[in-house]
């Protein structure tokens, strides 16, 4: 089972983000659920019919998502964010399994590997998150949450998950916990109280499972790009193609998702918004980063030593 859970906003991402999986996979086709929070009729009926033509075993859930909706807001955060805590509750189909990815993903390799991959004994495999690595990150966030340096924090834009351990570790509720309970910890949303909960008792899946744009390295392998942070190619107007907006995203990347784009509009589903407005939007943004240091600092952030350092330390994690 793949799963995504989105609002309106990310959906027409999330629709392109399994038109990628789908591309490339090689045996059948696994099912997938997409957990809906806020999508009006006229969105929902876009992506079941851009959904359809892929030939997927296909759920679109309705999620209430009042649950989490106090604490959510006081985050700055949609309750979409957070509906993957609870996929037991709303799974319709019984599975072993379960692949949650981030809308912001494009996959480049075969989802099935995951489906098969081991796990250890864990509840959750991931991938150690390359940018906090990169930035030296690493020592504080582990000890603000409490937890072990090794194996290392990991990013939960992918996680793959024994739904039985999960359940039996009750996970996703403790999880959960740690947002109405001891959210001064927290500064990554739901991937720091993951992190937290997990205390590093998960099987580290290899880095090109989540290659972070501007911190993945262009010789290293890539089975699926994750595009968190300012930069998004499906975004950014006619500022995407400056240079050094173009180094970060990849102009292939900036490619693919001006064809998805156009594909996703023609079933009422904009993932790119008005490009005088996102020209504008990213021209101060870069402008405000260019001052204070922040677009130096993050185009250089795949040349850090830092990186050299754990990919020699942890070779099998390079293949």
């Known amino acids: 089972m793949i799963l995504y859970s989105t609002d309106q906003v990310f959906l027409p991402l999330v629709c392109i983000s399994i038109a990628s999986m789908v591309e490339h996979c090689r045996g059948n086709r696994p099912p997938v659920t997409v957990l809906l929070h806020d999508v009006d009729e006229t969105a929902r009926k876009g992506a079941s019919s851009f959904l359809e033509e892929l030939g997927l075993q296909l759920d679109l859930v309705d999620v209430d998502g009042s649950w989490c909706q106090p604490w959510a807001k006081a985050r700055g955060q949609s309750p979409a964010k957070f509906g993957f805590l609870r996929m037991h509750e709303l799974l319709q189909r019984p599975v072993g399994r379960v692949v949650v990815v981030d809308a912001d993903t494009r996959f ?45 924090y990991f990013n939960s834009g992918l996680l793959v998950i024994d739904l039985e351990k999960w359940l039996h570790a009750n996970t996703g509720q403790a999880a959960i916990d740690v947002f109405t309970q001891r959210s001064e910890i927290l500064t990554f949303n739901d991937q720091c ?17 989540n290659a972070l744009q501007g911190t993945h390295r262009a010789d290293w392998p890539v089975s699926m790009h994750h595009f968190a942070g300012h930069f998004k190619p499906w975004k950014m107007g006619l500022c995407r193609r400056l240079p050094s907006v173009e180094k970060i995203m990849g102009a292939p990347n900036i490619d693919f998702y001006r064809a998805a784009c156009r594909s996703a509009r023609s079933h009422n589903l904009d993932p790119a918004g008005n490009q005088l407005l996102e020209t504008i939007s990213a021209g101060l943004l870069l402008g405000k980063m260019s001052v204070n240091g922040r677009l130096r600092q993050h185009t250089l952030r795949s040349s850090s030593s830092l990186l050299t350092s754990f990919a020699s330390q942890h070779p099998h994690l390079m293949e």
């Open 193 to 209: 109280a993951l992190n937290a909960v997990l205390a590093g008792n998960f099987r580290q899946l290899p880095i090109r499972w």
């Open 108 to 152: 480049m390799d075969d989802v099935n590997k995951l489906l098969a991959h081991p796990l250890d004994g864990c509840a959750v495999a991931a991938v150690n998150d390359m940018a906090v690595v990169a930035e030296g990150r690493v020592p504080d966030l582990c000890a603000k949450l409490g937890i072990p340096q090794s194996p290392g």
